[in-house]
């Protein structure tokens, strides 16, 4: 069962052609890069190359070697790698299945392509020797943006990712540069919680993007910002322009850390900042947030 995804035409010219070197021996080109998924096991990207020596000829009719390893975009580590020796045709071209070829480290169908997004993509790292045996003179490594993410798509009503909803319980007044979320209260199921300080912290417990939302009532002005491992995320600020107007924002907030402490602060430099409690005779719940791991 073909996949035809949105991105593949850029990966198509991006993915090798950036990695291209001379060397005293061949030079590769990459005429095509594919994908497909098989609908039984096991599954595989497919790939073509055009083989050239170094004067620019064709390499043809002739078996080359090479080595494909797949690496962890967060940690480098390479957690598949195997080899193939296709054979050019007459126009220099080779075609191969890269999760088909001889296995050298890992398993394929295995690969953790869930947790990982566009800041941290799994790399590709293509090694070629044209002569055909293990001495491979061409190499270079490429984010894989989004042809794995098909492989994705099996396992991502499957995975849940730390989450964590916090609101007030009364209202409270606090002083620039202090915690606005040191009388909140969490709200999560048991599981997958985002744990919550006592001292107004919340701990992101993996490496990742977390979207983070929150909507505090303000009893006058004020102004509010995310700081991530005491670092103030300055995109993150919100502040009220009127009296009594609720701050609401949004963000996303990278950490490549994990137990990452995030807190929303009063961002004033000299002004307290006070929050309303909840409206009781209407059980309503009047400052909130709430923070989602979506990679």
């Known amino acids: 069962m073909a996949v035809n995804l949105k991105n593949l035409r850029s990966l198509k010219t991006n993915i ?19 994908l497909s998924i098989v609908a039984q096991s096991p599954e595989g990207m497919s790939y073509q190359a055009v083989i050239r020596g170094i004067n620019g000829n064709l390499v043809i009719n002739k078996t080359v070697s090479m080595k494909i390893s797949i690496l962890d975009g967060l940690t480098g580590n390479v957690v598949y790698a195997e080899t ?7 126009n220099g071209l080779i075609s191969l299945t890269i999760g088909f070829g001889t296995v050298v480290t890992g398993t394929f169908s295995e690969i953790n392509w869930a947790l990982r997004n566009t800041a941290f993509p799994n790399r590709i790292t293509i090694e070629t020797d044209p002569s055909g045996g293990t001495n491979y003179t061409i190499s270079g490594t490429n984010q894989l ?9 099996k396992t991502a009503t499957t995975t849940t990712l730390p989450f964590g909803h916090f609101y007030t319980t009364s209202g409270q007044t606090r002083p620039p540069g202090l915690d606005i979320s040191f ?9 997958y919680l985002i744990q919550y300080g006592f001292l107004g912290d919340f701990s992101l417990p993996t490496a990742g993007t977390y979207q983070v939302l929150f909507k505090l009532n303000v009893i ?8 991530l491992n005491n670092e103030v995320l300055p995109y993150t600020r919100v ?6 107007s609720p701050l609401i924002g949004t963000a996303l907030v990278t950490t490549t850390v994990a137990e990452s402490k995030l807190r929303l602060i009063n961002a004033s430099s000299d002004s307290d900042i006070t ?13 909130t947030m709430t923070i989602i791991q979506i990679h």
């Open 145 to 153: 943006l989004s042809v794995p993410y098909a492989f994705h798509t």
């Open 220 to 227: 006058g002005t004020g102004a509010v910002v995310l700081k």
């Open 239 to 244: 502040a009220s322009t009127s009296a009594n």
């Open 84 to 90: 193939h020796t296709p054979t050019t045709n007459a």
């Open 275 to 287: 929050l309303d409690g909840p409206d009781t005779s209407e059980n309503r719940l009047i400052s």
């Open 183 to 191: 009388n909140f209260t969490r709200n999560p199921p048991p599981q």
């Open 16 to 34: 090798m052609e950036s990695i291209l070197r001379k060397t005293g021996v061949a030079l590769v080109s990459v005429m095509m890069i594919s």
